[in-house]
C-alpha cells in the first residue's frame, strides 16, 4: 500500500526534476510549474511540510504514490466521542508532501518560481498555515542563527538580489515592510528604524486603484541583500521583544513580510515599466483555542484567531467559486490587507504545516482539509505593467519637433511656405465658418485646401452651419404651425378629428423623416411633391351599395390599412412573448422562494444543532461550522437569485403594460383610419364627388373631405386672432365674424379648386 516518503525518497524525486522551470514530463514532480501565459488561469498549490519526528503515525498518515496525496485512517474508539460514528476515512489532494525535507528543497519547491516570477511583474503570495508548533516560523522565516536552516524569507531575498544581478538592462528597486496583525490590531515589526514617510498611527489598510496598502506602514528602501537581511532581523528581533513586552504571544499573531519591487527598463525609449510585490505570510496557529475554555486575554486571542482564518478560509472558498462576484474581503484585518493577494492575478502558494503524531491527528486533519480547499481556488496571474508618463511625454515631444521639422522641409521642398500648422483660433474658425456659409449659399465655388486641421474646421463647421440652420428652420415652422409628436396617438387622433390629417393618416405637411409633424401646412408648402396615393376600391369601381364594415374591414386591412394593421400585430406578438416570459419567470420565483425555504429549515436545524453542542459560541462570537458555512452561502446566493428574477419580473409587468397601452392605441387607430377611409370610399356625397372630378388629378384623399368643407388654416389663425383681438368688444360681433369666416372660407375653398384647375391642365 501507500508508503511514507523518507527523505532519499525525495531526494530520488528532486534528482529527475528538470533543472529549468519549465513542466517537467515526470508524473512524480513534487513541483507544480508556477509559469503561465498571461491570462491563464491556474489553481493555487497546496503543500503540506510534516514536522520530522520520531513517532510518525504510520498506521494513520499514509502519502499517495505520486506523493501528491494524504490519506488519514481513524481507528474506531468509543472513547473519542467526536470521532465515533463519524467518518474513519480522509483523502486529501495536494501538490506535494514534504516529509523530511530540508529548508533548501522546500524552498526550490514551494518559492523558488513564485520569487523568480515576481521580478518579471507577477505578484505572490506565500502563506504558511497549520497549528502551533508544526513548523510554520521554522518554514517561512528559519533559525536565524543557523544560515543553513534559514527558511523562505532570508532566501527570497537572496534570490531577488541575485536576480537583480543579472539584469544589467533593467535598473530594479527593491522595498521591504513587515506587518504584524494582533488581535485585529496593526503593528509595524520595522517601526525602529529610520524611514522617510508619514507616521500614521493607528495604522490603516487604504484601498486605491492600485491595489491595497497600508497607511502609516514604514516601507524601506534596500539596495543589497545585507541590508534586507538586517531589516528582517530587525523585524524578527522587535517580535520577539513585543511578544515579552506587550505580552503578547507570537504565535497568535498573523505576520506578512512584503518585498515590492520596480523594474524600470535602462533603455529611456521604453515607456513601460512594471511592479510587483511578493508577500511571504506567517499565519497564526490554527487550532481550536476556543475549545479550551479560555477566559481574558488568551481568550479574546481565541476568538480574534478563530475569527480571521475562519475568515480567511470564507475568503478562500468564496474566491474558489466562480459564480460569486462579492468576496467578503473586508471582514478581518489579514483579508483586507491580502486582498489584492488572495487569489486574482497573483501566484499563490499555501504550505500547511503539520505534525506526524497520532495525539494530534485531530487538528492535522483540520489542516488538511483546509489546504485541499485552498487548491480548489484559480488565480489568473498576470503582469503588472505600467507606463511611465514622464518618459512618454518626453519622446512624444522628440517625436513631434522631429515631425515638424519634416515638414518643414517638405513645404519648402513643394514652395508651401506661408503654411501654418499651429491649432487655430477664434479669427481663423469665423473666417471658415463664413466660407462655409457663403458656399452653401452659393456665392463661394470652393473652399480651398490649406492643411488637415482646416479641413477639419470646414466639416466642424459644415456641422455648425446645419444644426443652427435646423434650429432656424424648426423654431420658423413652431411660430407658424404647431408641431405634433408623431408618436402621440391621443394628439394625432385629436388632430384627426378636426381634420387636419390627410387621408394616408399622415398629418398635413408632415416633413419626411422628422420626429415631428407639421398640422395644417397649405398646399403650397409642398411645391411640386406629389402626395402618394394608395389604391381604395372606389379606384376601380364603386359600388352602388356600401359592402358591410366586416367585409370592407378584410379589404382595408390588406390595402391602405396594411401598414397600420402589421405594426399592430407586431405590437400584440411582442406583448404576448413578454406574457409568456412574465409567466415563465413566476414559476422560476415559485421555485426559488420554495427553496428558500427549505434551506432555510436546514439552516434552522443545524443552528438548533449547534446551539445544542453550545461549543462555539462565546460573547456573541459565533464560530460555525463547514456545513452551516454552506448553507449560508448557498441562503445568500438564492435570495441574490430571488430578488434578481423579481426584479426582471417587475421589468417585465412594465413592459407588458406599456406593449398592452400600444396595442389599444394601434387598435383605436386602426379602426379610426378605417371609419375615414370607409366613408371616403363609399360615403362621399354627391356634391363633393362632382367638385373633385373638376380636376381629374384629384383623388379622394388627397384633399381630406373634412378639410374641403372646414375652415382653411390661415382663415383659422386669422379668426382666432380676431377672436382675442375684437370680441372682447361685444358679444354681438360673433355672428359678424362667423359670417366673415364662412365667406372667406368659400374663397378659400375656390380657390384652391381653380389653383388645382389650373396646375393639371399645366
Ligand atoms: P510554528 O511557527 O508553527 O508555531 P515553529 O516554526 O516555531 O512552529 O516550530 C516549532 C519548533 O519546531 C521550533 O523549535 C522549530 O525549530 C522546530 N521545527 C519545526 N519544523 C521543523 C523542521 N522541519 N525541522 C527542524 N525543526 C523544526
Ligand atoms: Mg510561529
Known amino acids: 500500500m501507500a508508503t511514507v516518503y523518507t527523505a532519499s525518497r525525495l531526494a530520488v524525486l528532486v534528482a529527475c526534476r528538470a533543472p529549468s522551470s519549465c513542466c517537467s514530463s515526470s508524473g512524480r514532480s513534487t513541483r507544480v510549474p508556477l509559469r503561465a501565459k498571461m491570462g491563464t488561469r491556474k489553481k493555487v498549490q497546496a503543500f503540506v511540510r510534516v514536522r520530522p519526528t520520531d513517532d510518525f503515525a504510520h498506521e494513520m498518515i499514509k502519502y499517495g504514490e505520486d506523493n501528491k496525496s494524504i490519506d488519514i485512517h481513524l481507528k474506531k474508539d468509543t472513547r473519542r466521542g467526536v470521532v465515533n460514528n463519524q467518518q474513519t476515512d480522509w483523502s486529501f489532494r495536494l501538490d506535494g508532501v514534504l516529509h523530511d525535507a530540508s529548508q533548501d528543497l ?43 536552516h534559514r527558511g523562505i524569507l532570508p532566501r527570497a531575498l537572496q534570490q531577488v538580489f541575485r536576480m537583480i544581478e543579472e539584469r544589467p538592462t533593467h535598473a530594479i528597486t527593491v522595498r ?51 541590508d534586507a537581511f538586517s531589516l528582517l532581523f530587525e523585524g524578527e528581533t522587535n517580535r520577539i521583544i513585543a511578544s515579552h513586552t506587550m505580552n503578547k504571544n507570537s504565535s497568535r499573531s498573523h505576520c506578512i513580510f512584503t518585498i515590492y519591487m520596480e523594474a524600470h527598463s535602462r533603455t529611456l525609449s521604453d515607456e513601460k515599466y512594471i511592479t510587483s510585490k511578493i ?27 478563530n475569527k480571521s482564518l475562519s475568515f480567511l478560509e470564507q475568503a478562500i472558498i468564496a474566491l474558489g467559486d466562480q459564480s460569486r462576484d462579492h468576496i467578503p474581503f473586508r471582514q478581518s484585518k489579514l483579508t483586507h490587507a491580502l486582498k489584492d493577494s488572495l487569489g486574482g492575478n497573483c501566484n499563490m502558494v499555501l504550505v500547511t504545516n503539520i505534525y506526524g503524531e497520532a495525539t494530534q491527528l485531530d487538528e492535522t486533519l483540520s489542516s488538511l482539509r483546509f489546504a485541499s480547499r485552498m487548491r480548489l481556488v484559480t488565480t489568473e496571474p498576470a503582469i503588472n505593467e505600467k507606463y511611465d508618463a514622464e518618459r512618454m511625454v518626453k519622446n512624444l515631444e522628440k517625436e513631434l519637433a522631429l515631425l515638424k521639422q519634416e515638414l518643414a522641409i517638405h513645404d519648402s521642398l513643394s514652395n508651401r511656405t506661408l503654411v501654418n500648422y499651429d491649432p487655430m483660433d477664434e479669427i481663423q474658425i469665423a473666417e471658415i465658418n463664413s466660407q462655409v456659409r457663403r458656399y452653401l449659399e452659393g456665392t463661394l465655388d470652393e473652399i480651398d485646401i490649406i492643411n488637415l486641421r482646416q479641413i477639419q474646421e470646414v466639416f466642424n463647421q459644415f456641422r455648425v452651419v446645419l444644426s443652427q440652420q435646423e434650429q432656424e428652420v424648426e423654431s420658423a415652422l ?83 390599412g396594411s401598414e397600420i394593421n402589421r405594426i399592430f400585430k407586431e405590437n400584440k406578438s411582442i406583448l404576448n412573448e413578454r406574457k409568456k416570459r412574465a409567466s415563465e419567470t413566476t414559476q422560476r420565483i415559485n421555485a426559488i422562494k420554495q427553496e428558500i425555504d427549505e434551506t432555510k429549515d436546514a439552516l434552522n436545524f443545524q443552528k438548533s444543532l449547534r446551539e445544542k453542542q453550545g461549543e462555539y459560541e462565546n460573547k456573541g462570537l459565533m464560530i460555525i461550522d463547514e456545513e452551516e458555512f454552506l448553507l449560508i452561502l448557498k441562503l445568500k446566493d438564492l435570495k441574490k437569485q430571488y430578488r434578481n428574477e423579481y426584479q426582471e419580473l417587475r421589468d417585465l409587468r412594465a413592459e407588458i403594460q406599456y406593449c398592452q397601452r400600444l396595442v389599444d392605441q394601434c387598435r383605436h387607430r386602426l379602426l379610426m383610419e378605417f371609419d375615414i377611409w370607409y366613408n371616403e370610399s363609399f360615403m362621399i356625397p354627391e356634391d363633393i364627388q362632382v367638385a373633385l372630378k373638376l380636376g381629374s388629378s384629384i383623388r379622394p384623399g388627397l384633399v381630406p373631405i373634412s378639410r374641403i368643407v372646414c375652415l382653411g388654416e390661415d382663415d383659422q389663425d386669422r379668426f382666432s386672432h380676431l377672436q382675442q383681438t375684437v370680441l372682447p368688444e361685444g358679444p354681438d360681433s360673433i355672428t359678424f365674424y362667423n359670417a366673415k369666416v364662412k365667406t372667406d372660407q368659400k374663397h378659400n375653398y375656390m380657390k384652391t379648386m381653380v389653383g388645382l384647375q389650373q396646375s393639371h391642365r399645366k
Open 478 to 560: 413652431r411660430r407658424k404651425y404647431t408641431l405634433i409628436d408623431k408618436n402621440d396617438f391621443a394628439a394625432i387622433s385629436a388632430v384627426q378629428k378636426v381634420g387636419l390629417m390627410d387621408v394616408e393618416g399622415n398629418l398635413v405637411g408632415e416633413p419626411d423623416g422628422q420626429s415631428f409633424g407639421l398640422g395644417v401646412a397649405p398646399f403650397s408648402v409642398k411645391p411640386g411633391k406629389k402626395p402618394k396615393i394608395k389604391k381604395t376600391p372606389k379606384d376601380q369601381f364603386r359600388p352602388s351599395t356600401p359592402p358591410s364594415r366586416t367585409v370592407a374591414f378584410e379589404e382595408f386591412k390588406n390595402e391602405r
Open 106 to 148: 522546500v524552498y526550490e519547491t514551494v518559492a523558488k518560481d513564485a520569487v523568480s516570477q515576481a521580478l518579471d511583474g507577477y505578484n505572490g503570495t506565500i502563506m504558511c498555515y497549520g497549528q502551533t508548533g508544526a513548523g510554520k516560523t521554522y518554514t517561512m522565516t528559519g533559525a536565524t542563527e543557523n544560515y543553513k
Open 279 to 305: 508577500n511571504l505570510v506567517d499565519l497564526a496557529g490554527s487550532e481550536r483555542l476556543s475549545k479550551t475554555g479560555s477566559e481574558g486575554r488568551v481568550l479574546k486571542e481565541a476568538t480574534y484567531i
Open 176 to 226: 521591504v515592510s513587515y506587518l504584524e496583525i494582533y488581535n485585529e490590531n496593526l503593528f509595524d515589526l520595522l517601526s525602529t528604524l529610520p524611514y522617510v514617510g508619514p507616521s500614521v498611527t493607528p495604522m490603516t489598510i487604504v484601498e486605491n486603484p492600485q491595489g491595497i496598502f497600508i497607511k502609516g506602514l514604514s516601507v524601506h528602501l534596500t539596495s543589497q541583500e545585507e
